[in-house]
């Protein structure tokens, strides 16, 4: 019997100038092309704030996320900045995040940020015709999808497909081969600040001793960095620089809910004209549903009402508000007017139920709380 030894194959995912790409591809299709801040108003160079992210477009003119919006409408004043939605950012990842799970083995897919995942594609990549042509298909998948752009890495563990991603923006793929010493000559010329969780200060400090390079680090004994970075910190460092990285790859906390649904059965069908009859149903089931919210801390923004009636035609009716609440009365009221727009007056209705669907964290359980 042959026993086939399975390699690992990790894919890092990066989305490329993410809020700036769903301006331009998703908001606003005529932003295609052009530089585009997403940041405060530069108010002709007297504006304050900093831009958040910049398209390539405008990255072109020297423009970085960080950099005061004031500077950078000196660089391009005809920089198009728009202050942008974050509920469409999250919009988006979830979509990709979705994406993502269809391809990933056992649909392990681990969130690193809004625009970043990881996933494990050891079995998928068998019947692929490997690695690489998997990544563009997912690549291609997520532009079909999502119209968004991204750039993956391939490699054997977390870390180093997370360089790889770095290595080549925007549409780009970079595949790490699996052997270790191609791993370690692939990052032997990389500065140290590519490493996760290697920033400026530590950076600065390994700088101070003449090391700026992986390689540098690979050829340095061990000991020689105890007194830079303590012990722990010193054998982590070398692990990366040899592109060494055990961890299991966890999928990301349970996924975010899409909907929460609750419907009622009447004990005896009711006639669909008598509001009064309904309107306690109702108010009942949106309170369910409410607390239910309340406990995930979400907000919603499309509202959907199911209407059964007695010969078992059910209709479902939507409505999607401008921005995400999570007020009851909105609610109640959003659910009672599709009730009331939709139902059929001489029918008897056999059962109701309300549905809350586009689901958004309430502002500041992101890390990316202070984004505006
Ligand atoms: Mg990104």
């Not at 072109?60 to 919006?69: A, E, N, Q, T």
């Not at 998928?124 to 079909?144: N, S």
């Amino acid at each position: 019997m042959w026993v086939v030894s399975m390699s690992r194959w990790v894919m890092h995912i990066d989305m490329d100038a993410f809020y700036a790409s769903v301006e331009q591809y998703r908001v606003n299709p005529e932003l295609c092309g052009l530089p585009v801040c997403v940041g405060h108003d530069p108010k002709e160079g007297r504006g304050r704030g900093v831009v958040r992210a910049a398209s390539y477009e405008a990255r072109d003119y020297g423009i970085r996320s960080g950099m005061p919006v004031a500077e950078a409408y000196r660089l391009c004043p005809d920089a198009v900045f728009v202050r942008g939605d974050f509920s469409n950012y999250i919009e988006a990842s979830d979509e990709i995040m979705g994406v993502l799970e269809e391809f990933a083995d056992d649909e392990r897919v681990r969130r690193a940020s809004i625009d970043e995942a990881y996933i494990d594609v050891s079995r998928r990549v068998v019947g692929c015709g490997g690695p690489e042509p998997l990544a563009k298909e997912i690549q291609q998948t997520i532009r079909d999808q999502t119209k968004l752009p991204c750039s993956i890495g391939v490699a054997s563990n977390m870390a180093v497909a997370k360089i790889a991603t770095g290595i080549n923006k925007p549409l780009g793929i970079t595949l790490v081969p699996q052997d270790s010493v191609l791993i370690a000559e692939f990052l032997a010329p990389l500065d140290v600040r590519v490493v996760n969780g290697i920033g400026r200060v530590t950076a600065r400090r390994l700088g101070k001793h003449g090391i700026t390079t992986l390689g540098q680090i690979q050829r340095l004994p061990v000991t020689d960095l105890y007194p830079i970075m303590g012990i722990k910190g010193a054998k982590w460092l070398r692990n990366r620089a040899y592109g060494i990285d055990t961890r299991p790859l966890k999928r990301s906390g349970p996924r975010r809910r899409k909907s929460i649904s609750k419907d009622r059965t009447f004990m005896e069908d009711i006639d669909s004209s008598s509001i009064t009859s309904l309107y306690g149903t109702l108010d009942d089931i949106c309170k369910r549903i409410w607390k239910k919210l309340q406990a995930k801390t979400l907000r919603f923004r499309t509202v959907t009402v199911k209407i059964r009636y007695s010969d078992f035609t059910t209709v479902q009716r939507s409505k999607t508000l401008k921005v995400g609440t999570d007020e009851r009365i909105v609610l109640c009221r959003t659910a009672l007017e599709l009730y009331k727009e939709n139902r059929l007056p001489d029918h008897r209705l056999r059962l109701i139920g309300v549905k809350v669907s586009n689901l958004l964290p309430k502002q500041g359980q992101l890390s990316l709380s202070d984004f505006f």
